[in-house]
T-cell receptor, first 112, second 114 residues
Framework: RKEVEQDPGPFNVPEGATVAFNCTYS??????FFWYRQDCRKEPKLLMS???SGNEDGRFTAQLNRASQYISLLIRDSKLSDSATYLC?????????????FGKGTKLSVKP | AAGVIQSPRHLIKEKRETATLKCYPI?????VYWYQQGPGQDPQFLIS???????DKGSIPDRFSAQQFSDYHSELNMSSLELGDSALYFC?????????????FGDGTRLSIL
């Protein structure tokens, strides 16, 4: 079983739709959680860190449930430019620092 | 703002050759991470350095080695290259001065083994 698991996708949604991605992690000692966005053949770009209280950045909302070891990302009012692969990442050796373990990513395609 | 710089962007090698990838972290970042991403795969952690010392080791083959220099740049040395080494290699940097700091990735080096 992979340490970080994500919705398989792909998600094909129309512009303006709201879409949610889920991610579960197995290492209860992990302290830091992130969502990255990756465009085809490009580097992962930090979308947002995920905090225990939940956090919002414009159209994006991230939530963390430590008890269920579950992270989510909500995108409201989807834009064509949101089309990308979304990677969930958690710190691998526990604590708040250290290498990242990624999920396999969920591909989002926003259509006109 | 300055980002992580990697070189070269593309590299073509033949089997059994060697390759050196370079990474220049964001200024004032003290930690460098190397990741390998194969086609259709998620990035896999190879190795990391904190303050010029090896910090953690992941799935890095014995044929690969890395180091971090006094100016904090890092190099990944790869020898006896195999076809399976063809991948995107990313370097990321962060700082441990504060907790929960995210890693920022460079553009990557695309390595192709013929």
């Amino acid at each position: 079983r992979k340490e970080v698991e994500q919705d398989p996708g792909p998600f094909n949604v129309p512009e303006g739709a709201t879409v949610a991605f889920n991610c579960t992690y197995s290492n209860s000692a992990s302290q830091s959680f992130f969502w990255y966005r990756q465009d085809c053949r490009k580097e992962p770009k930090l979308l947002m860190s995920v905090y225990s209280s939940g956090n919002e950045d414009g159209r994006f909302t991230a939530q963390l449930n430590r008890a269920s070891q579950y992270i989510s990302l909500l995108i409201r009012d989807s834009k064509l430019s949101d089309s990308a692969t979304y990677l969930c990442a958690v710190t691998g050796y526990g604590g708040s620092q250290g290498n990242l373990i990624f999920g396999k990513g969920t591909k989002l395609s926003v259509k006109p | 703002a300055a980002g992580v710089i990697q070189s070269p962007r593309h590299l073509i090698k033949e089997k059994r050759e060697t390759a050196t990838l370079k990474c220049y972290p964001i200024p004032r970042h003290d930690t460098v991470y190397w990741y390998q991403q194969g086609p259709g795969q998620d990035p896999q952690f190879l190795i990391s350095f904190y303050e010029k010392m090896q910090s953690d080791k992941g799935s890095i083959p014995d044929r690969f080695s890395a180091q971090q220099f006094s100016d904090y740049h890092s190099e990944l040395n790869m020898s006896s290259l195999e076809l399976g080494d063809s991948a995107l290699y990313f370097c990321a940097s962060s700082t441990r001065r504060y907790s929960n700091q995210p890693q920022h990735f460079g553009d990557g080096t695309r390595l192709s083994i013929l």
